[in-house]
């Protein structure tokens, strides 16, 4: 139930089911009982938010469909652990069932965060989304980041447990943060700029959404439509943009095989003063093959290349080669890591960040650039999920990036949700999903920065000591108590 906080359904009290369970978990007789009432409910948080990725399995079907107990039942399991151990663990650190409730946040939080980054990280559905469902609380992350917010939604669980403790004045202490973060989201939601009042001479950036079902995409046969359809939706009026950008794989080529292929689709695609991004497979001299990113202008040349840094394990490649199970369902060839990124430069738009895939994901992986883009542009190829949550949330974590950075994203799937997104979190234009689409957008400006951008982890941090005081303070101040009893 408490899931239907997260997209696309976006109801967010229903975050407020976790409750009674942290209730009945700082109550609980034993560490172990708490741990199972809350990892429990955590798998079961999982298990209905992340039912999508079971979907992958059926474009090939086969020897794959043998993973389903495994990514639908025993994926969701593992990624609850985090909560269970967590759990367990202030439960022993801590006495009182109002001091453990104080520390739940402080290690469920941590939690969140130990898997976002852990074995390559998974931050999907971490507790902070339950907040994309309203655009004043998502204005948290301009201040604290995915990180706090995670401490913020879990004190917001936290104060109807100690309600129902009788615990009043500690239920107060330990929504303040998340009270002051929101008063100072509705004033920068008060103060927005008007989307209408957008620059109108501002670049045009078009994103094509060709919406090519997975299966179809490599079949060979069908290549040449899969490119008429492109080129057709790439070529609308009015042409006048400054970049058009072709999905994630876009291209059912291996650069640079077919060169004039691609210079042919850039020539005819590019408008006349404006560059093609499109995504395809890349193999460089030495035979690595990559995820990449390429940008023509309309004389067909290449001009810059980004090769995706942050690979989606047993997807793009397997850390565990050699079983011969595994190398059967999931194939022979790896996928290379990417150099770290530098800026790819549009004239007329500036500077981009490329994000491919899941990369957008990761707080912390745009953060560790030593350069701030105009625009992140990140390429997606939702087609593997069908009509299901994937998308949603997806394109939902753009928007929190967009949030946090205070920068625009445009956002292109093969299928699935393509859209922009000023640097506010708020969506200017959007697909439909399943649909082919063409999206004209002009290019916000970004902000110069938000406080989260100059605090980055500083924020997370301050929100962690101040929980932590309030644990031990209320922890000491039992002691007291009772040695004076």
Request: hydrophobic share 50%.
């Amino acid at each position: 139930a408490a899931s239907l906080a997260l997209p696309p359904a976006g109801i967010v009290p229903a975050i407020l089911f976790f409750s009674p369970v942290f209730y009945f978990a700082a109550n609980a007789l034993t560490a172990r009982q708490a741990s199972l009432y809350v990892g429990l409910s955590s798998w079961g948080w999982f298990t209905a938010s992340l039912y999508w990725i079971g979907s992958s399995l059926f474009v090939d079907g086969g020897l794959q469909l043998l993973l389903l107990p495994f990514v639908c039942l025993l994926f969701p399991l593992f990624l609850a652990l985090f909560w269970a151990a967590a759990t367990g663990f202030a439960f022993r650190v801590f006495s009182r069932p109002s001091v453990r409730l104080i520390g739940f946040i402080i290690c469920l939080g941590c939690a969140d965060y130990l898997r976002s980054v852990m074995l390559t990280g998974f931050p999907w559905n971490v507790t902070a989304h339950a907040f994309l469902g309203s655009l004043v609380l998502a204005q948290g992350a301009s201040f604290v980041g995915q990180n706090g917010l995670n401490f913020l939604a879990l004190s917001v669980i936290v104060a109807p447990a100690l309600i129902m403790q009788r615990r009043f004045s500690i239920a107060c202490a330990c929504l303040t943060p998340f009270l002051l973060c929101f008063i100072l989201s509705a004033d920068r939601v008060r103060t927005f700029p008007l989307s209408k009042d957008m620059d109108v001479i501002a670049p045009i950036i078009r994103l094509i959404q060709p919406n090519i079902p997975q299966q179809d995409k490599w079949d060979f046969d069908q290549r040449g439509a899969h490119f008429d359809k492109m080129i057709a939706l790439a070529q609308q009026e009015p042409i006048s943009a400054a970049l058009t950008v072709l999905p994630e794989a876009a291209l059912a080529s291996v650069w640079p095989n077919e060169p004039e292929m691609v210079k042919n689709m850039a020539e005819l695609i590019a408008s006349p003063s404006g560059r093609m991004a499109t995504g395809i497979l890349r193999r460089d001299e030495a035979g690595n093959l990559f995820n990449s990113v390429l940008f023509f202008d309309r004389a067909s040349q290449l001009q810059q290349i980004y090769d995706k840094q942050h690979l989606v394990p047993f997807g793009e490649y397997v850390p565990v080669r050699g079983v011969p199970f595994v190398d059967v369902i999931a194939g022979s060839i790896d996928i290379k890591q990417g150099q770290a990124a530098q800026p790819v430069i549009v004239p007329d738009i500036g500077s981009l960040r490329v994000l491919i895939c899941y990369e957008i994901i990761f707080p912390d992986f745009i953060a560790a650039d030593n350069f701030r883009p105009d625009v992140l542009l990140t390429l997606s190829n939702d087609a593997w999920f069908g009509q299901t949550a994937g998308p949603h949330q997806h394109f939902a974590q753009a928007r929190l990036r967009a949030i946090e950075e205070g920068l625009p994203v445009f956002r292109v799937a093969n299928t699935g949700i393509s859209g922009a997104i000023d640097g506010y979190g708020r969506v200017l234009a959007r697909s439909e999903l399943g649909a082919a689409a063409v999206i004209d957008a002009p290019l916000p400006l970004g902000l110069e920065g938000t406080v989260y951008t100059h605090l980055r982890m500083i924020a997370p941090l301050l929100l962690l000591l101040g929980y932590l005081f309030m644990s031990l303070w209320l922890e000491f101040s039992h002691q007291r108590r009772n040695k004076s009893g």
